[in-house]
């Protein structure tokens, strides 16, 4: 004769706790996938700014290569007719000098000595301000465009500039026209641009 219990029966369970456990597995899914999708957007916000502070240096880069590639005269004086154009950062080989068409000056190119000398233009200059007073000043825009090599590349750069003059009158009669300096008024230019400044600049008579 058999003494010992049968074992217990095997619990089962409601339709309850069923729901109950699956509501649970649903919940950990749920959790999971956001987990997984907050570490996608961590790695996607890493890669991007990744990808912005590589482009944010490549464009700091490229603006100073342009910078460098920009010619920025200053001009001293040589006496009173001569301004003497100088620019540290480039080894300028020539430079053409080109004036308003409307004063009616012939340019000057090729010069590998970079100045601007009143003989140029003071003919023309003292013909625009005749009959005027004879102590006179003003600015005369002009069209410089240096070359230089960087390299083997040949390079060129073209800009306006403000040329300061005045007249004075001579002791023996007649006037003179003197340079004071110049100065960089805008990148680019073309003559078109040059009248236009012109006929803001040219003094009345």
Do not use: C
């Not at 003494?3 to 339709?15: F, K, L, N, Q, Y």
């Not at 000056?105 to 233009?121: K, M, R």
């Not at 805008?186 to 040219?202: C, F, I, V, Y």
């Amino acid at each position: 004769m058999n003494d010992s219990a049968p074992p217990p029966a095997p619990a089962v369970e409601t339709p309850a706790e069923r729901a109950e456990k699956a509501a649970i597995r649903r919940r950990w899914i749920s959790l999971a996938e956001w987990v997984g999708i907050a570490a996608l957007l961590v790695s996607a916000g890493g890669l991007w700014m990744s990808w912005s502070d590589r482009k944010a240096d490549q464009a700091e880069r490229a603006t100073e290569s342009n910078e460098k590639s920009l010619v920025a005269f200053t001009a001293s004086r040589d006496g009173n007719t001569v301004l003497t154009l100088n620019d540290p950062d480039h080894r300028i080989q020539e430079i053409d000098v080109a004036f308003p068409p409307a004063l009616g000056v012939d340019a000057q190119t090729g010069l590998s000595s970079p100045q601007i000398d009143a003989s140029w233009f003071e003919r023309a200059l003292l013909k625009v301000t005749d009959k005027g007073a004879d102590d006179r000043q003003g600015r005369l825009p002009v069209l410089i465009t240096a070359t230089w090599w960087d390299g083997d590349t040949k390079k060129s750069d073209r800009a306006i500039y403000q040329v300061r003059w005045k007249t004075a009158g001579r002791l023996l009669g007649g006037r003179k026209l003197e340079l004071e300096g110049a100065s960089l008024a805008e990148r680019g230019g073309s003559p078109a641009r040059l009248d236009a400044l012109w006929a803001r600049e040219k003094p009345a008579k």
